[in-house]
């Protein structure tokens, strides 16, 4: 919303000298948001009014040009070239004459062109810097000024524009009206109300009107001005209070409905009264119904649609825009207003069906005072009435019955009890009084409380909250103090928070980037993956109000969120990625029961409590990698590597080091994983995750880079270890011994590795596989595989002996498990 100093200072009694600057301060010390400030054009020179006198139509060029004789207040007219037709002899004109600099350094200077001397140029909108608008040069009304003014002070050329971000709540400050009331409260000064103004007795109606859907539209209040000049020109200051609005004016009817709407908020529109077919009748669409709308569009209606109507049918989509059977034309002369009042749920869902935004709908979709109707019908008929001729008809329609707001009570120490201070004596009655609250203190209780009845313009205020806010923030929220709570001694991170910490920087250290990608997902990922139908994974939660249609389901894994991270950063050229992140699925329960209502104005009841706890979903907390491309890079010191499935698996390694549990892997088959690539994490006898490379109907599908690979493991099902006391290290010297053993091409390096660590017993230190061969030394279906054992005491100095007994037990375990044979 966009609104000018000067409109601001005919509501506000503003204090001499203040600033653009200080009024936006001013704006966001009561919650508003000022985007930007425009100011006012950089011109410089001699600019003027200018009066065309003669008009010379230049032929044989490509486009239309005119040598125009211009009186601006010399001895003789100057010539002037120019491009535009929209204007004619005797109209008034803004003149740059040589030596003027226009907004973007554009200096006028006297040239030739086109066989004739231009002396000055003849300004636009656009050129002025006014607005958008280069559809032709600005021509002012009659009596603006005389030839030879200065044209910055009718222009307006010194006049700031504030430009606010409203929110959704606060419709109200969607006028002049709304935003000079918040400025009159947070500079404590007087606000003149242009709504309070008296309304002249009238009997009858200006136009039968009638309410089918009193629901739909709380009121409808109608009023008739005959006898209107068409070709009236609108006045300069209400297009140039449009113009730094934003809004682009286009006849006197519409440029008075739209002024009006900005200056009160009361959306407005104009009918050709002579096109009007019987009385009008407010109703919902029927099946079959069309519209065609003022921008030429035919529209097939929805039964949801609410539409202004009269004996020919449709005439109008209530609050978003009109029908072209009524519209105002050029030589419309009898006008009548509607300014009604529609429920914005209705209003909302109707310009999103129709892809239809407008003015009037951003207004009425965030609710408008029920009471402007005829306040509003009133101005716009004495503006038509004044700068347009005719007069106003006897009759005022005014049907409809909005309900009226609720009180709403609230403990009268409850704005000090929220902000932590105490604010003198009656600041909250005065506040509330401020924005339009009928307030009166009442201590029937016991317990003083201040009651107050909204204005018809605050209809979000419901509940002593909100009037707490009312009153926090017109005193200034900077005035709350900011004290952080004081740590309790002995507390500090626990123990699943410290080791997801230590998960984070160990992936980190390994080289992965940690990302956090869209917690939601679409049902069809499964299918992707190749899941099977009755797969747990495919039972998720939706949404009911998803932010992405598409993802409408709550993540039951973190894979699909991490494989689209992958594909971004590889289309965006990244092609070597490991990516990693730690987050919450979500995995409904068996008999998922739903969420009970609890109160919100009061601390619920423990069983309230706990039948809450019981309806949520678990919400474990997993951790995930995703590798694609190079896992070690290609230049002067070798060829590279690609990530493969064992990167993975390492990965999910070092997370198992990070949390002080170990890791036994083993050989499985699960989608989305390749089946011959894709192995089982387990920590004692439970299955925490998987990891390997990705099968390739699901690379493919997805999009992903060939031979992806990923590891995904449940985080909270390790057990929690304490990893703070420093670990035992024996001061004697390791004994470093290498064992080879074949086995068949079937049998698991786990398995065999499991075997050696039971065998060997308490004296092995650590074991790594670090050599695998197949070929005709081993035989066809069998393979060799090499380990580094690594043996020590905690006590002595072990001897060979020992070493060598310990080696031999565990190639005797191997031979009994899983048919080892030591290569020779």
């Known amino acids: 919303m966009r609104v000018s100093v000067s409109w601001l200072a005919d509501l506000v009694e503003l204090p001499d000298g203040i600033t653009a600057e200080e009024i936006a301060d001013a704006f966001v010390r009561v919650g508003l948001e000022v985007e930007e400030i425009h100011s006012p054009p950089s011109i ?88 958008s608008d280069h559809a032709g040069i600005l021509v002012l009304p009659p009596g603006t000024g005389e030839p030879g003014d200065d044209a910055a002070p009718v222009l307006g050329l010194g006049d700031p524009v504030i430009e606010l971000a409203v929110t959704p709540d606060r419709g109200y400050c969607f006028s002049v009206r709304g935003l000079a009331r918040e400025l009159a409260c947070s500079l404590d000064t007087h606000f003149g109300d242009p709504a309070h103004v008296g309304l002249p007795e009238v009997d009858g109606e200006a136009w039968p009107v009638r309410i089918d859907d009193e629901v739909a539209c709380r009121r409808f209040v109608a009023r008739r001005v005959t006898g209107v000049d068409p070709s009236a020109p609108s006045p300069w200051w209400m297009r140039r209070r449009l113009i730094a609005l934003g809004v682009r004016p286009i006849s006197l009817a519409v440029d008075v409905t739209n002024y009006v709407m900005m200056e009160l908020g009361q959306p407005l529109h104009a009918y050709d009264a002579t096109a009007l077919r019987g009385p009008i009748v407010v109703r919902r669409a029927s099946a079959g119904e069309k519209l065609t709308t003022l921008d030429g569009s035919v529209r097939a209606l929805d039964q949801d649609d609410l539409l202004i109507t009269d004996s020919s049918g449709p005439i109008g989509l209530a609050g978003v825009m009109g029908g072209a059977t009524t519209e105002i034309s050029e030589h419309t002369h009898d006008v009548l207003l509607e300014s009604a009042n529609f429920e914005p749920a209705v209003i909302a869902r109707a310009a999103r069906r129709h892809k239809l935004p407008s003015e009037a709908s951003r207004r009425f979709e965030r609710a408008v005072d029920t009471d402007l109707g005829p306040f509003a019908a009133e101005r ?75 204005p018809t313009w605050r209809p979000d ?85 998803p932010i992405d249609a598409d993802r409408p389901e709550m993540a039951s894994t973190l894979l699909p969120g991490l494989f689209d991270a992958a594909i ?131 690379v493919e599908a997805l ?110 375990m191997a031979t009994e498990r899983c048919g080892a044979v030591v290569r020779g």
Not at 396 to 413: H, K, Q, W
């Open 568 to 698: 971004r950063n590889v289309a965006r050229g990244m092609t070597d990625v490991a990516l990693f992140h730690i987050g919450q699925v979500v995995l409904p329960k068996q008999e998922q029961s739903s969420v009970p209502d609890v109160p919100v104005d009061r601390r619920p009841s423990d069983e309230q409590i706990e039948a809450l706890l019981d309806a949520l979903p678990e919400q474990p907390v997993h951790v995930a990698a995703v590798l694609a491309g190079q896992r070690e890079r290609a230049g002067w010191w070798g060829d590279g590597r690609a990530a493969s499935w064992a990167d993975a698996v390492e990965a999910a390694h070092l997370v198992a080091e990070a949390s002080g549990v170990e890791l036994r892997v083993t050989s499985a088959t699960l989608a989305p994983w390749h089946p011959g690539r894709c192995a089982s994490l387990w920590v004692g006898k439970w299955v925490v995750g998987y990891a390997g490379e990705l099968h390739p109907k699901v």
């Open 461 to 545: 205020l419901r509940a002593p909250s909100d009037l707490v806010e009312e009153v926090l923030r017109l005193e200034g929220l900077d005035s709350i103090p900011s004290v952080l709570p004081a740590a309790a001694a002995g507390r500090g991170l626990t123990t699943a928070q410290r080791r997801r910490r230590s998960v984070s920087r160990t992936l980190a250290e390994a080289g992965y980037t940690e990302v956090l990608p869209f917690p939601f997902i679409s049902g069809a990922v499964f299918d992707q993956f190749g899941c099977a139908e009755d797969d747990v994974r495919r039972r998720t939660l939706r949404l009911l109000n």
């Open 44 to 131: 410089t020179g001699p600019l003027r009014i200018g009066r065309v006198q003669e008009i010379e139509e230049l032929t044989g060029l490509k486009k239309p040009i005119r040598y125009c004789q211009v009186e601006v207040g010399e001895i003789a007219p100057r010539g002037i070239i120019c491009g535009a037709t929209n204007f004619e002899v005797g109209d008034l004109v803004a003149v740059a004459l040589p030596g003027t600099v226009l907004p973007g350094d554009f200096t006028i200077t006297a040239r030739k062109t086109y066989g004739h001397v231009s002396d000055g140029m003849i300004c636009s909108v656009l050129e002025l810097g006014l607005g």
């Open 380 to 454: 716009a008929a004495s503006l038509l009435v004044q700068y347009g001729g005719g007069s106003i008809g006897e009759g005022r329609t005014d049907v409809g019955d909005p309900p009226a707001l609720e009180a709403v009570a609230m403990p009268l120490e409850m704005p000090d009890r929220v902000a932590g201070i105490r604010y003198e004596r009656g600041v909250s009655a005065r506040r509330l009084g401020q924005i339009g609250c009928a307030v009166e203190l009442r201590s029937d209780t016991g317990n003083a409380e201040i009651v107050a009845v909204p």
């Open 703 to 812: 999009g992903l880079p060939k031979r992806t690979c990923a590891m995904e493991l449940a985080l909270d099902v390790l057990p929690l270890t304490d990893l703070r006391p420093a670990p035992v290290i024996s001061p004697f010297p390791p004994v470093l011994l290498d064992v080879a053993l074949v086995v068949q091409d079937d049998q698991p390096a786990a398995s065999v590795a499991d075997a050696l660590r039971e065998g060997a017993g308490d004296l092995l230190e650590h074991l790594r596989q670090f050599d695998l061969y197949t070929g005709d030394q081993v035989g066809e279906g069998k393979r060799s595989l090499a380990f580094k054992m690594r043996l020590r005491a905690p006590d002595r100095t072990l001897t060979m002996e020992e070493a060598t007994a310990a080696r031999d037990s565990a190639v005797a």
